[in-house]
């Protein structure tokens, strides 16, 4: 290796002053204190895609309203414990505009982030019938929510789809769920980590096993519409964003405003139970938490015991951002897009310098560029991957971490600049050549 960008000593120095003993296998959080560490003391500044948070501005119309909201005195009131009537029934129109799927507005209950929404969701169905004691995560995914499931102390079990897509989705399912103990099944589309999403087909086979199996469908919707090959800001017509509500009546999607509307601080998401299910009681939920139907289990009991409610006046920040889009009037897809033309850009740097795309396909279409894209390198496991790259004064995770079999790692283009894409280049071209393959 011939002298890497980034002083190997100041990352090794910081590697074992922050006790990480195998910097392949570390967390997100490991990542970002050695690379900050590591900035620090070199003065270097890394092409960092380990995060993914928002790297653009709030929505206006979001900050606006709050800012309305907080002067009109929301402050001193506690929200309705499902939230309050102007959101509840924006995220019905919402959903209404932009994926044609009717709900109610009482199923449509704000969170603290979809964080809080999939705890809430994950705690209720893991608790709705003794015999159904697991979750399955169709994996990647986000690794938080394997952690919200430890931390509940609930089952869960995970397979990575990679070998199951299209028709063979079918089998692998069918062969877990009728099996008889899994109680909901868990993805997000698009994929973080991956970025692929389901196609007709696949979710037409999610929804149809989870009607055969009686199985809830949690579709973490964290990048609604971020699926940048077609234009999914066409308030009230086709085409809309792919969901698996269209084949089955017993699903929850969380809509976070984190990532679509730049709004992850404010920790204000909603999630959408369907009328079924919202209404449909459960002996097990009576018997465990004196409460009969899923939807007063989730809001009467959990998210009451949780938070009693999610922040006032984020509510109506989020009420008047679903309102615009839906009138036409913020067209928060073209807001987003310049994830897309980022990762379009870094993708060919990287597969130019000699890296792979893992997950690359959806059917037979090339998946999306949007927020996050994953890569591989010849001859080297994702670990190895991974803290080579680090001396090249790039940072990312490894795709280990979400469950994911492939070797390689997740790349998040949104906090790396424009301006960086020149040292990502000279960086990646020097990789190349100290790694020839
Ligand atoms: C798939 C997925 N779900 C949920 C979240 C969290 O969303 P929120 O900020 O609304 O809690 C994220 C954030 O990275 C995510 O990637």
Redesign the pocket.
């Known amino acids: 290796m011939s002298k890497t960008p980034i002083n190997q000593q100041a990352v090794d120095n910081n590697i074992a002053k922050l006790r990480i003993k195998e910097v392949g296998k570390a967390s997100i959080r490991e990542i970002v204190a050695l690379v900050n560490l590591v900035e620090e003391e070199t003065g270097d500044k890394y092409v960092r895609m380990e995060m993914?948070v928002p790297g653009l501005p709030p929505a206006q119309v979001g900050t606006q309203a709050e800012i309305e909201a907080l002067k009109s005195g929301v402050a001193s009131k506690y929200p309705m414990m499902d939230g309050i009537k102007p959101l509840k029934y924006e995220a019905s129109r919402f959903v209404k505009s932009f994926m044609n799927v009717d709900v109610d507005p009482a199923g449509c209950i704000p969170t603290v982030?979809?964080?809080q929404g999939?705890y809430a969701a994950l705690f209720a169905a893991s608790n709705t019938n003794p015999e159904k004691d697991t979750v399955l995560f169709i994996d990647p995914g986000?690794p938080v929510q394997k952690q919200q499931m430890m931390v509940m102390g609930h089952k869960f079990e995970t397979f990575d789809v990679f070998e199951h897509r299209g028709e063979k989705l079918k089998d692998k399912l069918e062969n877990i769920l009728s099996k008889g103990h899994i109680n909901s099944m868990v993805y997000?589309n698009p994929n973080?980590p991956s970025w692929i999403c389901f196609t007709e087909e696949e979710l037409q086979i999610i929804g149809e096993l989870s009607k055969k199996y009686d199985v809830i469908v949690m579709e973490?919707l964290?990048y609604f519409a971020m699926d940048f090959r077609k234009d999914l800001f066409t308030p009230g017509k086709a085409p809309y964003q792919p969901t698996v509500a269209n084949y089955t009546d017993n699903f929850v999607l969380?809509i976070?405003?984190?990532?679509i509307f730049s709004y992850?601080g404010q920790?204000c998401?909603v999630m959408v139970i369907s009328d079924t299910l919202f209404n449909r009681e459960y002996a097990n939920l009576a018997r465990r938490f004196q409460s009969n139907t899923f939807g007063h289990t989730i809001t009467l009991r959990i998210l009451y015991s949780l938070s009693s409610g999610t922040c006032h006046s984020a509510q109506h920040a989020l009420a008047a951002m679903f309102k615009a889009a839906s009138d036409g009037k913020f067209n928060f897809v073209d807001e987003v897009k310049e994830y897309g033309e980022k990762a379009k850009i870094m993708k060919k740097l990287f597969t130019d310098n000699g890296f792979g795309i893992v997950y690359e396909k959806d059917g037979d279409d090339p998946i999306a560029d949007g927020f996050y894209f994953t890569i591989n390198y010849p001859g080297m496991t994702g670990e190895q991957l991974l803290a080579n790259l680090l001396y090249y004064g790039v940072s990312a995770i490894a795709l280990k971490e979400t469950g994911s079999e492939k070797e390689g790692l997740r790349a998040c283009v949104s906090h790396v600049d424009r301006t960086q894409f020149d040292d990502l280049k000279y960086r990646l071209e020097q990789f190349a050549r100290d790694f020839p393959n």
């Open positions: 993914g982030g979809s964080m999939t986000f997000s973080n973490d964290a969380f976070s405003s984190s990532k992850a920790r998401g």
